[in-house]
């Protein structure tokens, strides 16, 4: 993929930045020469990815769902890549033993986070040129029976960044919007749980799960598909599956 976008001295901000694919994502976009404002909650998690990168990396502490959060930081910051890939990891039951509250944790947090720094990169607006990628999941194309309302909430999550890049669009913003689609993977705590959740479910163990399943994808070739996205060329659609190849076309 030739690369038309130079992310050196510009500013990202990824959300969910303290572990997983936003941490790895953090480290891709700081080694492609952003300067990377990267939030979570946990501070710990985040002074630790500071020490890995360097000050390159701006730790910002504080919940990805609050509206007032992401006014606050696109007004300081306004990034020129924003990644929002916070998300809360979904208790893996089956729906019976769901509450309202847990079936709809990922609504709250993911879409809703999805939603608030997406309205505000469209009112502020962020430069022409910008690029926000949003975190959906395969599981949006596929179901996740186990995680309550995951997949209808990465679901959305995909529809709401087509949405904002239509209107991106006819506003003449030249802010690019894109989802993303990364497969289950035990790469990570969310995924891990996830990937143990479903082996049960089949009654194997996890080793043979994953061995069903065929190779996963990593954290570091999630940052690595980020960093493609935010600079290379010819990606035009509005969404994306993380593959261990890297990025493909989401199959019609
Ligand atoms: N792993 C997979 O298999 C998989 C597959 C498809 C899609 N995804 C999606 O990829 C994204 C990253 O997942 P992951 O596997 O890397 O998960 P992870 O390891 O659990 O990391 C999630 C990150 O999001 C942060 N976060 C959660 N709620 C937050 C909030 N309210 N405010 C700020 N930060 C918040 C967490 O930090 P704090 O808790 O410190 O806030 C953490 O840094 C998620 O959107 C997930 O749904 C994952």
């Known amino acids: 993929m030739s690369s038309t976008r130079d992310l050196t ?7 969910g930045a303290g572990r997983g694919f936003g941490r790895a994502t953090a480290i891709a976009l700081a080694e492609a020469g952003a300067r990377v404002v990267g939030v979570a909650r946990d501070r710990a998690q985040l002074e630790e990815v500071r020490a890995r990168i360097g000050d390159a990396f701006v730790p ?3 919940d990805a769902a609050d509206p007032v959060v992401a006014g606050q930081l696109l007004d300081r910051y306004r990034p020129c ?5 916070a998300g809360a990891s979904p208790l893996t039951r089956p729906l019976q033993h769901q509450t309202w509250q847990t079936f709809s944790r990922n609504w709250e947090v993911d879409v809703q986070h999805v939603f608030n720094w997406t309205r505000e990169a469209l009112l502020l ?5 910008s690029v926000v990628i949003t975190f959906s999941s395969g599981a949006a194309l596929a179901g996740s029976p186990l995680s309550g309302g995951y997949a209808g909430a990465k679901a959305t999550i995909r529809f709401l960044t087509a949405y904002a890049a239509g209107e991106s669009e006819r506003g003449r913003l030249g802010i690019r919007l894109v989802s993303v689609l990364p497969g289950l993977t035990p790469a990570t705590g969310l995924g891990a749980a996830g990937v143990a959740a479903y082996a049960a479910r089949q009654g194997v163990d996890v080793a ?7 190779p996963a994808i990593t954290a570091e070739g999630v940052g690595r598909a980020v960093v493609d996205l935010a600079t290379g060329d010819g990606h035009d659609r509005d969404a994306y599956l993380i593959t261990p190849d890297g990025l493909a076309p989401v199959p019609a």
């Open 9 to 15: 001295t510009t500013t990202a901000l990824v959300t």
């Open 60 to 62: 910002v502490a504080a």
């Open 208 to 214: 043979t799960f994953l061995e069903r399943r065929g």
């Open 125 to 129: 607006p962020l430069s022409p040129g």
């Open 81 to 85: 890549t924003l990644v929002l890939n």
